[in-house]
């Protein structure tokens, strides 16, 4: 090993790793579908608006035939864990082939926490200290807040299923949520990733990007993503250069087609 004596490494042009914040029905979802060769990970009960390589979780919960005998009778929560497991390691199997996506995209992640809460009184249950634990739910029932712990590592566990997985980019989706803040004795409103207390701080640190995604209040048409530092979010930007602190038009509804701009996030 030697100590470098000139700069070493690439600049970093695409992220690999990004979380979109956006409220419902702003057209997420459809930007998503427009990412050539990408995987959406459907986690939730509403059916994507436009065709694309889409998992739908909660179709293949009602399949019984992706459950053993004795899994059949488990929980929502439970069988949708079954299915993300099962997928990732249809990734890995087929990465070994040499087939990849370009992109996966989770959709969205506060779905993911709930799903996260039966594996954590799995991994809770599986030590020596919890073996005993008859409760059904770890973090409404530990004391000292010592559930959310186990939580985290439920949750992160699942994340990195996938991490690595994809060519280019894994993308995250995630519901804002309206917080309270104390700066200075005055009580500010800021928005926030919709997930529980340490956890939106471990997702925030660990991605290099975080846009909040919407549609442009002078033409609704078009479908922005926003890195920049201003309008109230607390976690927001990138370590990317080039994107940090700009917005970008990601969606435009033209002649009644949709046309994509993500060669402006992703130029590798």
Known sequence: MELPKSNVGDVVQSPKELVIIGHPKIGKTSAILGLENC??????????????????????????????ESQRNLDENSKRLIILFKVSQMLQEEYKKGFQYDYICIDNLTELEDIANPYA???????????????????AELKMGAGYMWLRKAFLKILSAFRGLAKKSIIFIVHPKLISLDKKG???????????????????????????????????????????????????????????NNEFVISEMKDGKLEFYWDQIFVD
């Open 39 to 68: 995987l959406l990970i459907n986690l939730e009960k509403k059916e994507p608006p436009f065709p694309g390589k889409i998992i739908n979780v909660y179709k293949e919960i009602l399949d019984d035939s992706n459950f053993t």
């Open 121 to 139: 009184k799995k991994l809770y249950t599986s030590t020596a200290v919890g073996a005993n634990f008859q409760g059904n739910d770890v973090v």
């Open 186 to 244: 005055v009580e500010v409103n800021v928005t926030d990733i919709d997930l529980t207390g340490k956890l939106k701080t471990i997702m925030a640190g660990s991605v290099d990007s975080i846009g909040v995604m919407f549609r442009d209040k002078d033409d609704s048409n078009k479908v922005v993503l926003s890195f920049t530092s201003e309008d109230g979010y607390v976690s927001k930007g990138s370590n990317i250069q080039r994107l940090a």
